[in-house]
């Protein structure tokens, strides 16, 4: 039952560096998200997919690309690293099934930018 | 739209009970709530869909009140384990839009 995963787990970059994170999920949900997470705060949106193929910006998208072209992945790319993105990044899915809507995250990934 | 959460922080002693509220200025379809561990993803407890219907895993309950559009974490009889942020997340519509998640609340159960 691997659920949601990410990698890496940690990563340090520099400023103008650029990094793919990785995110799978082995349930065959339709819906996937991208949140990053800043000390004391709530889960903001970055982007989100409600397929293969489909992709749309959500609440704080500036800085970031994604792409969807499997059911099961979604990576999040950082172009230009800047401090600012320093954070802790989740990936999340679900299955959009009314009976079982739950919404899963994985481990997360922690970036700082430095 | 970000729900609003009540209080921002708890603090109570094991076995006491607490109440996490959860806002939205908008008419919302459902309430997730999740607990988070420092350094750990957010884990599910339960959804609330409109309807009112109240839900329950072990000591904890929750309810949903769709004319006030408000949602309520009820802990019972607070165990060590229960210490960690507690999160609601709203949704508007069954849309496949991301839940929007309310800044948390930090609740510390102690001894």
């Known amino acids: 039952n691997a659920g949601v995963t990410q990698t890496p787990k940690f990563r340090i970059l520099k400023i103008g560096q650029s990094m793919t994170l990785q995110c799978a999920q082995d349930?065959?949900?339709?819906?996937m998200y991208w949140y990053r997470q800043d000390p004391g705060m709530g889960l903001k949106l970055i982007y989100y997919?409600?397929?293969?193929?489909?992709?749309d910006k959500g609440e704080v998208p500036n800085g970031y690309n994604v792409s969807r072209s499997t059911t099961e992945d979604f990576p999040l790319r950082l172009e230009l690293a800047a401090p600012s993105q320093t954070s802790v990044y989740f990936c999340?899915?679900?299955?959009?099934?009314?009976?079982?809507?739950?919404?899963?995250f994985g481990a997360g990934t922690r970036l700082s930018v430095l | 739209q970000q729900p609003v959460q009540s209080p921002q922080a708890v603090i109570l002693r094991e076995g006491e009970d607490a109440v996490i509220n959860c806002s939205s200025s908008?008419?919302?379809?459902?309430v997730h709530w999740y607990r988070q561990k420092h350094g750990e993803a957010p884990v599910f407890l339960m959804i609330?869909?409109?309807?009112?219907e109240q839900k329950g895993h072990d000591k904890i309950s929750a309810s949903f009140n769709e004319k006030k559009q408000q949602s309520s974490l009820y802990l019972t009889a607070s165990q060590l384990s229960y210490s960690g942020t507690y999160f609601c997340?709203?949704?508007?519509?069954?849309?496949?839009?991301?839940?929007?998640f309310g800044k948390g609340t930090s609740l510390l159960v102690t001894p």
């Open positions: 349930m065959n949900h339709n819906y």
């Open positions: 609330l869909l409109k309807g009112g």
């Open positions: 997919s409600v397929g293969a193929g489909i992709t």
């Open positions: 908008k008419a919302l379809y459902s």
């Open positions: 999340a899915s679900r299955s959009g099934n009314l009976a079982k809507n739950i919404q899963y």
């Open positions: 997340g709203t949704e508007l519509s069954n849309s496949g839009y991301a839940l929007n």
